[in-house]
């Protein structure tokens, strides 16, 4: 038997299952000799057109341009040099956030630093800052938004973390400080760097003579610069280029990860690389324990699933307004205008159809049966599902707004159709990720009795979705398109048990759909784009419940106030996504994607029926998990059409800011009389109009 045709198939295989990377490749070098002969450190501006190398042979931080970003085989040319008077001996330099201020670090354990009076450029430098850190300091990084600050200290092999109460202020920074020891690089200490989002940490050890060693050691943190983590070894890259004896110094990334450089103090060269994937030396970064990366697909699902509810629940709602209603003639139910900052939902709020156009506005006057009646519903819901030991808090906010029309038979069955489109903004996490979603629904439904008080609520429909994603990594992002195809139902049961003018309606409700979301690949960061498989969601979601309400009469119309409380199961199949690196196929799988198993919703509100033409409902409602997610969401409909031909109409802006509008309009002698008025409800600094309209129509 041929054993050895078997171990190496078994190594191939175990090779493949490890998604072992292949080395980082060499692209070039150039040489700074005439401005440095011992390059210690090496920097970028943010779009890497500038680079800034500091060394200790010149004791200065020298200044070149890139004619193309980041990539040091296009033409590179020196600018200007910043003398590191104070400092005899600069290891490593860092920027602050936009480039007006230049940090150094040094062997005697000084850090200084300058402004600059233009950003990224050392020609008109301040002196700043000169504070003593102690040791023998040979690295310097910042985190993204400079509230920390790292320093690789020889003098104890450590990394030491400081919080900074100022952003990139070294003297605000807090008396107790986290460290991290390395064991492996405990002699030749020559540079620190993390990747964009802080979850990897590279430390640099360079020595040029023998025994030759030249390591970049990649470490994992299980939360973004945070050394008080969990921090793994992940392996050491030896860097040999071209069989040369070098002494490597300094470390910088493109913001992507897909390229790396180091100095070289021994050929007084800086280095580039490519990687196969976002800071990829030895591992890519894995997806899966980005508590964000799992929360942008765990929304996902969860928002899709959420779709159906937020389709379905404007159209029982009506179904139960009809049947609180039912001996009411005018079953036009809507008209207040919601004014959206969404171009979509503005325009289609515009084309709602007026009460007016109903034959009657008497809710005294017998049915009658044939005719379309039209309703509208808006909605407004702010939402919240709350971190987890694998994935970020959402916040979700929902706009939407349903138009219908219905009719009712001879037999007291009432159908029609009702088409909805609703935008959804979530933001995920910390670090500014976010989903943007609009749906388009269309939905057909039918109210079936049996008997007086036994009816039977069914529906089906279709969505279209569309998802703008955007993935933040700290000081990169990515940005993805995504649709979708959603296909839903709904069945109710629901019985009426009435004593005097109190109604209670126990239901059973059972909510089905299938959601496909497409595959698609992100941009906008070479070695971070990811690339999603497309993901099939099945939602199975069943409720138990009861509406109470009561009538009241009023002057000149009723008063009908109503309470609903539900418990919903959520009994979905569970889904999975699969996904990769764009740029080397490394996969990976996020499994078991469910929202929570039980909710609790409860909702009460009022509807207000008068004689004179008035017609308003109003519910607000609270969907709660079990977990630590929950959903509360503001629905109003409503109307006011006078015998005199005056309207009042209400309006409602779905955006944050809630501004508010009320418009009055009359017809006199053929002119059309409108006057409007405006008022931001939550704006700090007063906002409000108002305008007079005069038309006519010859």
């Known amino acids: 038997m041929n054993y050895t045709r078997y171990v190496i198939i078994i190594l191939i295989s175990a090779f493949i299952n490890l998604n072992v990377l292949a080395a980082p490749t060499h692209v070039t070098e150039f040489s700074i000799n005439a401005q440095e002969d011992v390059p210690t450190g090496i920097a970028f501006n943010s779009d890497g057109t500038k680079m800034f ?151 640099v050890r ?91 697909v765990e929304v996902q699902s969860e928002v899709s699933k959420k779709l159906i509810q937020h389709t379905t629940f404007p159209v029982l709602n009506r179904m139960e307004w009809l049947r609180r209603n039912k001996n009411s003639n005018n079953l036009t139910n809507q008209n207040i205008k919601f004014q959206f900052s969404n171009e979509i939902l503005a325009s289609l709020s515009n084309l709602i159809i007026p009460t007016y156009l ?106 279209a979705i569309s998802t703008g994603l955007l993935n933040n990594s700290g000081s990169i992002s990515t940005d993805g398109e995504r649709e979708g195809k959603q296909i839903f139902a709904s069945i109710k049961f629901r019985e009426t048990f009435t004593k005097e003018k109190l109604n209670i309606t126990p239901n059973v409700k059972v909510d089905l759909g299938f959601t496909s979301l497409s595959d698609y690949t992100e941009t906008g960061a070479d070695g971070l784009n990811l690339k999603f498989d497309r993901q099939d969601i099945g939602t199975i979601i069943t409720s138990i419940g009861s509406v109470i309400d009561n009538t009241i009469d009023i002057n000149n119309g009723i008063i009908k106030p109503n309470i609903q409380l539900e418990y919903n199961a959520d009994i979905s199949p569970s889904s999975k996504q699969e996904f990769e690196y764009a740029s080397n196929g490394t996969s990976y799988i996020i499994e078991n994607i469910n929202s929570s198993t039980h909710n609790y919703r409860g909702s009460f509100g009022f509807d207000l029926i008068t004689d004179n033409g008035l017609s308003l409902t109003t519910n607000y409602e609270r969907n709660q998990s079990r977990g630590s997610g929950h959903t509360d969401a503001i629905y109003f409909a409503g109307s006011y059409v006078s015998k005199s031909d005056e309207t009042y109409t209400f309006s409602l802006n779905g955006s944050e800011t809630f501004n508010t509008k009320l418009d009055y309009k009359r017809n006199i002698n053929g002119f059309d009389i409108k006057f409007s008025s405006n008022y931001n409800l939550m704006s700090q600094i007063p906002d409000y109009g108002a305008n007079i309209e005069v038309s006519s129509t010859f």
């Open 53 to 203: 190398v500091v060394g200790i042979a010149g004791d200065d931080i020298n200044e070149y341009s890139i004619s193309v970003g980041y990539d040091l085989s296009s033409t590179v040319t020196y600018l200007d040099r910043l003398p590191t008077t104070g400092s005899t001996t600069p290891q490593d330099l860092a920027f602050n956030a936009n480039g007006t201020e230049v940090f150094i670090v040094d062997t005697s354990g000084n850090l200084l630093s300058w402004t600059l009076a233009s950003a990224y450029d050392v020609s008109n430098p301040t002196a700043n800052h000169d504070i003593d850190l102690g040791g023998t300091l040979r690295g310097l990084e910042f985190n993204n938004n400079g509230s920390k600050m790292f320093v690789f200290n020889e003098t104890n092999d450590s990394v030491v973390q400081y919080t900074l109460s100022t952003a990139y202020d070294p003297s605000t920074r807090a008396s107790t400080t986290v460290s991290y020891v390395s064991t492996v690089v405990t002699a030749n200490h020559q540079g620190l760097a993390f990747s964009s989002d802080g979850t990897k940490m590279y430390l």
């Open 206 to 296: 360079g020595k040029p003579l023998a025994p030759f060693i030249n390591w970049i050691v990649e470490y994992n943190l299980s939360i973004g610069y945070d050394l008080s983590s969990t921090i793994t070894h992940v392996g050491t890259y030896e860097v040999d280029v071209d069989d040369e004896d070098e002494g490597i110094s300094g470390l910088a990334f493109k913001p992507d990860g897909s390229k790396m450089f180091h100095a070289d103090f021994n050929t007084n060269e800086i280095q580039e690389y490519t990687l196969d994937c976002g800071y990829g030396l030895i591992q890519c970064i894995n997806p899966t324990n980005n508590d964000d990366d799992v929360a942008s």
């Open 358 to 463: 109903s034959s009657d506005n008497s809710s005294l006057v017998e049915p009658q049966f044939g005719n379309w009646s039209y309703w509208s519903e808006g909605t407004i819901s702010i939402g919240k599902v709350g971190d987890s030991t694998t994935s970020s808090a959402k916040n979700i906010n929902t706009s939407a707004i349903t138009i219908g029309a219905d009719r009712k038979n001879d037999k007291n069955k009432m159908y029609g159709f009702a088409f909805r489109f609703g935008s959804d903004d979530i933001d995920v996490g910390n670090l500014g990720s976010a989903l943007d979603m609009n749906a388009f629904s269309l939905t057909v439904y039918e109210t079936r009795p049996s008997g007086e008080n036994m009816f039977m609520d069914s529906l089906i429909g279709i969505s």
